[in-house]
Nanobody, 120 residues
Framework: QVQLVESGGGLVQPGGSLRLSCAAS????????MGWYRQAPGKQRELVAS???????NYADSVKGRFSISRDNAKNTVYLQMNSLKPEDTAVYYC??????????????WGQGTQVTVSS
């Protein structure tokens, strides 16, 4: 079984920063792309940022220049550094991983989500 566990969410004032972490654990053989998604109330889940095993990154236009995604392959962990936060960044943030298990099967896995609230 594979689990993704996020941490680092919370309440922050506009202009502030937060760092999210997501650790993958279980019978993991390989982790391919990892990413962060978010879902605000009444809206669809959207991609925030992704990073491949080769460290190629991709960002939503709305967060370019403010957010930075990184990963530590030795720790099976992906991070999202969020700077200059805006109220519109308020959402539940979900971690996603494209993971191959020891069994050979490859699937998408999701974390449980962590709330980020940007408000004064």
């Amino acid at each position: 079984q594979v689990q993704l566990v996020e941490s680092g969410g919370g309440l922050v004032q506009p202009g502030g920063s937060l760092r999210l972490s997501c650790a993958a654990s279980g019978r993991i053989l390989s982790i391919y792309a990892m990413g962060w998604y978010r879902q605000a109330p009444g809206k669809q889940r959207e991609l925030v940022a992704s990073i491949t095993s080769g460290l190629n990154t991709n960002y939503a236009d709305s967060v370019k220049g403010r957010f930075s995604i990184s990963r530590d392959n030795a720790k099976n962990t992906v991070y999202l550094q969020m700077n200059s936060l805006k109220p519109e960044d308020t959402a539940v943030y979900y971690c996603n991983g494209d993971i191959r298990r020891w069994s050979g099967s490859r699937d998408d896995y999701w974390g449980q989500g962590t709330q980020v609230t940007v408000s004064s």
